[in-house]
């Protein structure tokens, strides 16, 4: 039993990180005399090739067998479904090492997606209050004036309304927009900092006054908001309100997708959600709050924030989650559209990590290694099939 929970500690690991239990348990494991070099030697990237050649499609129950088989396991009639988990995410690593490894630079992986297909950059459109819109993007304006003579200053980190102290901007409020493919960063008047990903957009006042500090969301936002209690702030959205005086948390609130979520990473605050938005909950770091549009639902639940924040650290972390969510996912940040033809498909599970940073070959590349899918990419759209 302890092999087996060493086993998935490790692959866990290599898959989506371990929390700080689990990397305590395990650096335990490997302080004992003779599991150092082991450890080495089986996470070693050249011991993982090797693998990803012995292996050239991922079958779940047929690997599940040889996995035990590769590590001195008697075979058993039922394997738990803990220990399929554990076989299977180490079978994902060692056959997709660009994506569930992270080291798909050091692999030479057939380029299945054509150089229509490229990662996101920093790019949005501000609407300024008369309606005038300027562009954010790589040939982005250094000084925008607003129409009261209010100066905004655009550069490398973004859009910065905190410059200048005085009146000009009291009463005026703007919009970024980031389109599919993009980000943008967002420092507002009050110093709050706000990091838009893609397919979203956020209103606010260009100078804050008043009681409240409130602004609009819809789709994701990771915000880092000033402290003040004297002058709360509010991120309003379609189903969620979220309170808070100074804090850092995540909110995702995107138009197609049946939850809202505000993540909690520091300080705390606090949601209002359903029927007029008079349900209330309050959260503390390390916790989900969860509306569910389907089900009419305000849920809270202890989570992992950084599986949840990993955009704004520039990853994509999936655990064991739904294939149509994966897609969609990458399909805001990279612009493609996908389409499955068969609605099985959606419901496959994957876990793994990658770089926004990289190509997304690697990653269908791991769907057509799983031997039960089609992948045909037509300029910009992806097609899934059933094999």
Not at 301 to 310: C, H, K, N, S
Not at 311 to 339: K, P, S
Request: some cysteine; overall charge negative.
């Amino acid at each position: 039993m302890q092999d087996k929970r060493i086993y998935q500690l490790i692959a866990k690991q290599l898959v989506e990180g371990l929390n700080e239990k689990e990397k305590q348990e395990l650096n335990d494991w490997i302080a004992e005399p003779g599991n150092d070099s082991f450890y080495q030697e089986i996470t070693e990237k050249e011991y993982v090739k090797l693998r990803l050649e012995k292996w050239s499609s991922i079958d779940v129950k047929k690997h599940t067998t040889a996995f035990e088989k590769e590590i001195g396991i008697k075979p058993v009639r039922r394997v738990s479904v803990w220990w399929q988990y554990a076989a299977a995410v180490v079978i994902f690593c060692v056959i997709g090492i660009g994506f569930w490894m992270a080291v798909g630079k050091d692999a030479e992986v057939k380029k299945v997606a054509g150089m229509d297909i490229v990662p996101g950059e920093a790019k949005a459109v501000l609407v300024l209050n008369d309606g005038r819109q300027v562009d954010l993007g790589v040939k982005k304006v250094d000084r925008i004036i607003e129409k009261d003579g209010k100066v905004i200053m655009n550069d490398s980190l973004g859009i910065n309304y905190n410059q200048e102290s005085g009146e000009q901007g009291v009463g005026l409020k703007n919009e970024i927009i980031v389109p599919t493919g993009g980000e943008y960063n967002l420092i507002l008047s009050d110093g709050t900092i706000v990091y838009l990903n893609a397919e979203s957009r956020i209103e606010f006042p260009v100078k804050f006054s008043g009681k409240e500090r409130v602004v609009t969301l819809v789709g994701e936002a990771y915000f880092q908001v000033t402290a003040s209690k004297e002058h709360p702030f509010i991120v309003k959205t379609k189903d969620m309100d979220v309170l808070v005086t100074g804090t850092e948390f995540n909110v995702k609130a995107y138009p197609d997708e049946l939850e809202v979520q505000t993540t909690l990473l520091k300080g705390e605050v606090t949601v209002f959600a359903g029927f007029e938005k008079k349900e209330k909950m309050t959260i503390s770091p390390n916790q989900q709050a969860q509306w569910d549009r389907e089900h009419v639902a305000l849920e809270v639940r202890e989570v992992d924030p950084g599986l949840f924040m990993a955009w704004r650290n520039g990853r994509f972390i999936f655990r064991q989650d739904r294939l149509e969510d994966i897609m969609r996912t990458l399909a805001r940040w990279y612009g493609v559209e996908v389409v499955f033809l068969d609605e099985s498909i959606k419901n496959m599970t994957f876990a793994g990590k990658l770089d926004r940073s990289e190509d997304i070959t690697p990653i269908l590349n791991v769907l057509k290694a799983t031997g039960k899918l089609t992948v045909n990419v037509k300029g910009k759209q992806i097609v899934l099939g059933v094999k």
